[in-house]
């Protein structure tokens, strides 16, 4: 467990550090977590905040109903193509659900990104620009110190449910088959949005 939450941690600093110039997208959003850390610097009001703040709570919420669909349909995909003769039309039938549940993701990502980008003026817009021109390295910095933070928490989550005699493996399954993924196509959001699911999940139970 220890060397797989280690490789982990070690894909998610390197993934999210990387250079993104082949994403259609660049340039055109704002990370939310850029927009909430540098809202004073950027003038935004309190309504402003509010708002998106809201946006990424809801988002987040749909986002765990959504991923909970996409890993339904493709452990049913996986199991009609394990199978020694595949029935192609039910194949075909079953992948399109998984597409359409990735569709539904992505639509859900961009709505985010697109009503964010709306609550900000176009002097706040600018300012961004200037903030992730002049300090790109240090706004990926603190996405890859924050990820790896969480991550380390969840690798100790998992290792004190070890420890107390609770079977950590969901969570371990987790990080391999819904985190590596998002990280690894450049997902920060939903790979963040994740990690704290499974932080959550991994709260001591109140007595």
């Known amino acids: 467990m220890k060397h797989i939450l280690a490789a982990l941690l070690a894909a998610a600093c390197s993934l999210v550090a990387a250079d993104k110039s082949a994403d259609p997208f660049a340039g055109a959003f704002f990370p939310p977590e850029l927009i909430l850390q540098s809202h004073e610097q950027i003038g935004m009001g309190q309504q ?15 986002y ?12 049913a995909l ?8 595949v029935e192609e039309a039910a194949a075909l039938t079953q992948l399109d659900k998984v597409l359409d549940a990735e569709r539904e993701l992505k639509h859900l990502h961009i709505g985010l ?21 002049g300090g790109g390295a240090e706004v990926a910095e603190a996405t890859r110190k924050r990820l790896t933070e969480k991550v380390e928490l969840v690798k100790t989550g998992a290792q004190a ?3 107390g005699g609770r079977d950590p493996s969901e969570i371990l399954k987790a990080m391999e088959q819904q985190f590596r993924p998002l990280i690894e196509s450049g997902k920060v959001v939903e790979a963040e949005a994740e990690l704290d699911r499974l932080l959550e999940q991994l709260k001591p139970e109140k007595k």
């Open 113 to 133: 990104m697109v009503a964010i980008k709306n609550q900000l003026t176009p002097e706040q817009q600018a300012k961004l620009r200037e903030l992730v021109k």
């Open 78 to 85: 996986a199991a009609l193509v394990k199978q020694e003769r």
């Open 64 to 75: 765990e109903a959504l991923r909970k669909k996409l890993e339904i349909e493709s452990t």
């Open 48 to 62: 402003q905040l509010e708002a998106v703040q809201a946006r990424v709570k809801e988002t987040q919420s749909r």
């Open 161 to 163: 449910w070890a420890a």
